[in-house]
């Protein structure tokens, strides 16, 4: 096993390093809140350079970068203070389209989604329906040459931003096996009986929705893959691009501030211990992934079940972070609220993206065989 980065590895690194230094604006680096125009900037200087979409086949504008490189880039975009790529476009919609999509979809959304044309959200999660998502209700009928849906999604994360959606709906309600009445939808966001609603979340701010369907009418070219087979397609998505739920570049950069930030509170026994224990979870968490990643570049292979662990992992040491950062904090400071804000941002990590909870269980069952 090979945990280090070879000298080519380093100078990839090198390169990015360098690149995100003089190229990522200043005013974008570290905020908690960002505008669709903030976000879709960002986008743009990345596609410019060509780096939008790295893990997509060259053929569409990928980069042709190893999972290694593909790797380095994440954690240095995290290390930086870069803002995050909204996935739901470029790492969840393209790649199922790339697999899944008829010529005409690809032809017509992949170059806009490369481009930051087009800004998409996740329509999976309703109400009662999260972790157990087979159980979805939201019904889409098929009346002659377009489908008519009606239902209710929740959580759907910008929402109020987008131009698109992608929908797990129920097109069979007899089949004896749930997963196999689920369809995958494209819904263009602008269509007429779609209603959103925010929903504020307790730092107050206004990320995530509840999307309303009323009798909306989707034309049937916007099914992807065959009516029933949408659980193959929110499958094949769930399993990709697992590697970066660590954001150990993120949390190497918190953790540095923090330890600028916390210098006089060092002198506390108690909390410099935790900060320890924290930095040493940490370390551990990337050599963990460096061990998935040498796996990977030897085999071949996706990773398996067990790199559930690194969502687990990382998202305990990111709310960790912003609980030494509330320890260390004057109550009376005004950088204080934006330190609480953070903190409370952060609880949402463990439930989306499917609860830790739910990552141990799939561990345990894959893994573990239990
Ligand atoms: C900030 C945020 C953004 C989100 N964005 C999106 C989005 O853009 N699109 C989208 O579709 N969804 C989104 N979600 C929804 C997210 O995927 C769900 O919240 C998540 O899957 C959990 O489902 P739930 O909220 O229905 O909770 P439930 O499934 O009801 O779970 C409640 C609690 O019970 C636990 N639990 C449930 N089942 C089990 C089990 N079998 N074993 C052990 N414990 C269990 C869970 O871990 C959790 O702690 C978002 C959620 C959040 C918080």
């Known amino acids: 096993m090979d945990l280090n980065y070879s000298s080519e590895e380093l100078a990839f690194r090198d390169e990015v390093r360098g690149w995100l230094a003089a190229n ?5 680096k570290d905020r908690a809140h960002l505008s669709k125009e903030d976000l879709m900037r960002w986008h743009r200087i990345l596609a410019k350079k060509g780096w939008v979409a790295p893990a997509w086949p060259k053929e569409f ?3 042709g970068w190893n999972v290694v490189q593909r790797y380095i880039f994440e954690e240095e975009l995290g290390y930086a203070g870069a803002p995050p790529l909204i996935p739901f476009g470029i790492n969840m919609c393209a790649p199922v389209l790339i697999a899944f999509g008829t010529e005409a979809q690809k032809k017509r959304f992949l170059p806009r989604i490369y481009q930051g044309e087009d800004f998409w959200c996740q329509g999976y999660s309703e109400p009662g329906s999260g972790s157990d998502l087979a159980s979805l209700k939201t019904k889409a009928q098929r009346v002659e040459n377009h489908y008519v849906v009606n239902g209710q999604k929740i959580w759907t994360t910008l929402a109020h931003y987008a131009d698109w959606i992608f929908c797990l709906v129920r097109t069979d309600p007899t089949v004896e096996k749930r997963q196999e009445g689920i369809s995958f939808l494209l819904i263009d966001m602008k269509s007429p009986g779609i209603t959103v609603r925010p929903l504020i ?9 509840e999307v309303f369907f009323d009798d909306v009418k989707v034309p049937v070219e916007n099914l992807v893959h065959k ?5 193959t397609v929110a499958k094949y998505l769930l399993g990709y691009e697992r590697m970066n739920t660590g954001r150990i570049g993120e949390s190497k950069r918190e953790l540095r501030k923090l330890k600028d930030f916390a210098s006089s509170k060092l ?3 108690r909390f410099r211990d935790r900060l320890t224990r ?3 979870e940490l370390m551990a968490l990337e050599i963990t992934n460096l061990r998935f990643l040498d796996r990977m570049r030897r085999t071949g292979q996706p990773p398996g079940a067990d790199v559930s662990m ?13 609980e030494l950062a509330m320890q260390a904090a004057d109550p009376s400071a005004q950088e204080t609220i934006a330190l609480e804000k953070k903190y409370l941002d952060m609880r949402k990590t463990t439930i989306y993206a499917g609860s830790n909870e739910i990552q141990r269980n799939i561990i345990a069952k894959m893994t573990l065989g239990l």
């Open 24 to 28: 990522l604006p200043q005013e974008l």
């Open 61 to 63: 504008g990928g980069t």
């Open 201 to 209: 979340l307790m730092d107050g701010a206004h990320h995530v929705n």
């Open 227 to 231: 009516e029933g087979k949408g659980w």
């Open 267 to 269: 002198a506390d026994v």
């Open 278 to 280: 924290v930095e040493v």
């Open 310 to 322: 690194l969502k687990i992992k990382g998202t305990e040491i990111q709310q960790a972070l912003t």
